[in-house]
């Protein structure tokens, strides 16, 4: 995958933003607050476990995982969302996983995926790669579409909050039953 060449004079428009010049919809903070931590109890960290339209399609346990330098589709919620492997683009390589073992890519395939619902909805186009291998996830979102997205993640709130426009912030809270269950399948995953 190529990554997006870095834009020096954007990264420097926003820090001005930050300082308060030149304050514009599009630049709004985005913050967390003590509101925005979940009941979570004395349970121990939960993975970020989101739902997501994918090309009009709900999907459930979809883990968010800024470590992850590739989007996963994984191959039994490739076809259970009625799409065909005919639909598949080339991709020559495999993925690595955090422990080094390796896994074969089908193909990849561009999707429209929203996030959010109602006045929190923002669509991007997201490529995914499709691989067979076992999950407990449906899809992993990973570090390029968390910054298509202009997303802010916070792991202790287990919410993601990004710009949707109007000045305007959407907000996607982890699913939290989901995530524990989840969790509890597979409860030694590095996420």
């Not at 006045?119 to 449906?138: E, P």
Request: with cysteine; charged share 20%; hydrophobic share 40%.
């Amino acid at each position: 995958m190529k990554r997006k060449p870095y834009n020096k004079k954007q990264r420097m428009h926003h820090s001005s933003a930050r300082n308060g010049d030149d304050v514009k919809p599009e630049n709004s903070p985005i913050s967390y607050s003590l509101e925005d931590l979940p009941i979570t109890g004395p349970n121990a960290p939960l993975p970020m476990v989101i739902k997501l339209q994918i090309n009009n399609f709900s999907v459930l346990r979809v883990s968010v995982n800024e470590g992850s330098s590739a989007n996963i589709l994984y191959w039994s919620a490739f076809l259970k969302m009625g799409l065909s492997e005919s639909m598949l683009k080339p991709f020559q390589s495999f993925l690595v996983g955090t422990i080094g073992e390796t896994v074969s890519v089908k193909g990849y395939i561009d999707l429209d995926t929203t996030f959010g619902k109602g006045g929190n909805a923002k669509m991007i186009k997201v490529r995914y790669l499709v691989v067979d291998a076992m999950s407990v996830y449906n899809v992993v979102i990973g570090l390029p579409t968390v910054a298509d997205l202009g997303a802010v993640i916070s792991t202790m709130h287990l919410t993601m909050k990004y710009p949707v426009g109007d000045g305007m912030v959407g907000v996607v809270k982890a699913d939290l039953d989901m995530a524990k269950k989840c969790y509890d399948m597979c409860p030694n995953a590095i996420y």
